[in-house]
Structures are given as structure tokens and as C-alpha cells.
T-cell receptor, first 107, second 114 residues
Framework: RKEVEQDPGPFNVPEGATVAFNCTYSNSASQSFFWYRQDCRKEPKLLMS???SGNEDGRFTAQLNRASQYISLLIRDSKLSDSATYLC????????FGTGTRLQVFP | SQTIHQWPATLVQPVGSPLSLECTVE??????LYWYRQAAGRGLQLLFYSVGIGQISSEVPQNLSASRPQDRQFILSSKKLLLSDSGFYLC?????????????FGDGTRLSIL
């Protein structure tokens, strides 16, 4: 089993839609969690940390479920500029990156 | 604010040639430093990390090496490149001594081996 698993997608959604990605992790001792965004042929950029109580940053909401060992990212009111690959990242003694979920927002 | 610089942005090298990629961080002291590789359509693979000058940990066996001659400088090297070394190489830094910190990436170097 992979340490971090994500649905590769692509998720094709119209502008204004709400879309959610899930990510599961295998190590129950994982201590911190992040979502990164990676545009085509660019470096990953930190989107947001994921806190135990869940957290929101504008149109983005992240949730953590430690019992089921998954984290989620919800994007509301999708914009064309949200098109990218979203990487789930889990920290045990080092950061483990998922292979990403690709999102394509169309007009 | 902290910035991370990585160069060159792209590189085309013949098989068997040497390699040197450089990464520097500004605006922070004593960072943790990392080298990753991302093959086409694949996830990020941690190659090396460093918690201090001269301290290098290798994650996977390979023909690459890393060095940290100064606190904010991290270098990735190879004496003889293989075709399989092609990929997108990323340097990253994080705050040292504090657990659960995210990493911040440089712009990356796209390496093609011919």
C-alpha cells in the first residue's frame, strides 16, 4: 500500500462548481498534513496546512479525519485559474508527497 | 522574506557527462535543505536532505551526490549521468528544529539526458 494515495483524476468541472479531493495515508503516526498546488512544469507551492479541526482559506476548505486516515480539500466556486495538480502531503519523520490529483476547470 | 534560488532552469546533458546543480536560500538561517526529483507523470522522490553544513542524508541509492558547503547552499552532483537521471529536480527548504513545518520549493531544474 502506498504511503499516500490520491485519485489521479482528471476532474473536469465547469467554472463555479464545487469539487472535492480525498487523500488517504497509511501511517497512523503522521503528525502534520498539507495541500500543495503544482502547475504544469512548475514547482509545487504550498496551498494550505490541514489542521485537526479543519480549516478554511477563502474558497478552499481542508479537513482531516485521523480515525479513517484521510484528508480532503474542497474548492468552492471554481475558477479557471484553479486548474492545476493538487498534491496531498503527509509528514511523519519526513514529508511524503502523493502523486497528485489533476483538476481542469472549463468555461 | 525568505527566497530560494535554483539554477539552471533547464539543462541538456549527454550521457556520461558530469552534473552540478546549485541551490541557495536567502532570508533564513540554519534551514533544512532538500533535493527532490520528479520524473514525468510521477510523484516527488526525496533524494537528499541536510540539517546542517556537511550533514547529508541520502534517501535512495543512485549515482548522484549532494553537498552543503555553506549554511544556505546545497549542491547536487553527479560524476557520470545516466539516461534515467532525466527529470525535474527541485530544491526545497524548511525551518529547522521545528517539527511539522512545510517545505518551500525553488523553481526547479528540468534536466534532459541525451
Amino acid at each position: 500500500r502506498k504511503e499516500v494515495e490520491q485519485d489521479p483524476g482528471p476532474f473536469n468541472v465547469p467554472e463555479g462548481a464545487t469539487v472535492a479531493f480525498n487523500c488517504t495515508y497509511s501511517n497512523s503516526a503522521s503528525q502534520s498534513f498539507f495541500w500543495y498546488r503544482q502547475d504544469c512544469r512548475k514547482e509545487p507551492k504550498l496551498l494550505m496546512s490541514v489542521y485537526s479541526s479543519g480549516n478554511e482559506d477563502g474558497r478552499f476548505t481542508a479537513q482531516l479525519n485521523r480515525a479513517s486516515q484521510y484528508i480532503s480539500l474542497l474548492i468552492r466556486d471554481s475558477k479557471l485559474s484553479d486548474s492545476a495538480t493538487y498534491l496531498c502531503v503527509v509528514n511523519t519523520d519526513k514529508l511524503i508527497f502523493g502523486t497528485g490529483t489533476r483538476l481542469q476547470v472549463f468555461p | 522574506s525568505q527566497t530560494i534560488h535554483q539554477w539552471p532552469a533547464t539543462l541538456v546533458q549527454p550521457v556520461g557527462s558530469p552534473l552540478s546543480l546549485e541551490c541557495t536560500v536567502e532570508g533564513t538561517s540554519n534551514p533544512n535543505l532538500y533535493w527532490y526529483r520528479q520524473a514525468a507523470g510521477r510523484g516527488l522522490q526525496l533524494l537528499f536532505y541536510s540539517v546542517g553544513i556537511g550533514q547529508i542524508s541520502s534517501e535512495v541509492p543512485q549515482n548522484l551526490s549532494a553537498s552543503r558547503p555553506q549554511d544556505r547552499q546545497f549542491i547536487l552532483s553527479s560524476k557520470k549521468l545516466l539516461l534515467s537521471d532525466s527529470g525535474f529536480y527541485l530544491c526545497a527548504w524548511s525551518v529547522r528544529g521545528r517539527g511539522n513545518q512545510p517545505q518551500h520549493f525553488g523553481d526547479g531544474t528540468r534536466l534532459s539526458i541525451l
